[in-house]
């Protein structure tokens, strides 16, 4: 799209160029004779400035003498090459002679036509590049996309060994550490294990000497309670006796006092 927007405006002012060099060939009165059957027909831009038509008058049954196309340019016109003429300028001056136009000024308006054209397809020409060239940017371009393929390739490469080698390093730095981790936890396992067999060991001291100190005390208790049980028995007995002693002295009191008082009576 850009090309024909390019190659539109180039053609408009090409012909408007040639057009501007016609006027100024011929007088006043030879270019407005000249500039009617260039009107009707004998050169024709369509509105696109896509193609250039050569027509005769509408009249005549002569067709279009060359017709080409903005993308056949740059085979048309090679650039230190001898130009393709698109313009048959014999027939072009018998058809601009049989109109009425002096051979001097159709001579001259087909000269500018072949300039403006000539002109128009050079400067056209020098914005495509050649088949060789684009075979050649083409080349260039695969070569570039080859060795940038390349460069990813070796960059992928080289990002993937440092991966891997960082993967390996983290896997061996894991390793490590859940050894040492295992190792801290089998320490300390250890250590609580030792501990808590030291606590028992001295729990079990602990209870023993407790047990052995509550026996001592039981048996002792048990000791007074028999001794003070031996001296309730014994103050049991010696009251008992120290009873029966005073009731045989109250009885033989009594009987004394009986005998004295039996006598008395007599």
Known sequence: MAAASA??????????????????????????????????????????????????????????????????ISQLSQPNQ?????????????NLEAQGVPSQQAEAITSAIIEVLNGSLENVGHSFLSRSEMQQAAVLHESNLEMFKSEIKNSQEHHFSLLQRETEKLHNDMDKTRNDLRYELDKVAAGLRLDVNLEKGRMRDELSKHSAESTNLTNKIDREIHALRAQIEAGKYEIMKYCIGTLASIAAIGVAVIRIMAPDKK
């Open 7 to 72: 190659w539109r405006r180039l053609v408009r002012l090409e012909t408007d160029s040639g057009l501007s060099r016609l006027r100024s060939l011929n007088t006043c009165k030879a270019a407005s004779s000249s500039s009617a059957p260039i009107a009707n027909g004998f050169v024709g831009v369509n509105k696109s400035g896509s193609s250039v038509s050569f027509h005769s008058s509408p009249s005549s049954n002569w067709t279009p003498v060359k017709r080409f196309d903005f993308r056949q």
């Open 82 to 94: 001898n130009r393709v003429c698109l313009v048959d300028t014999l027939q072009l001056v018998k």
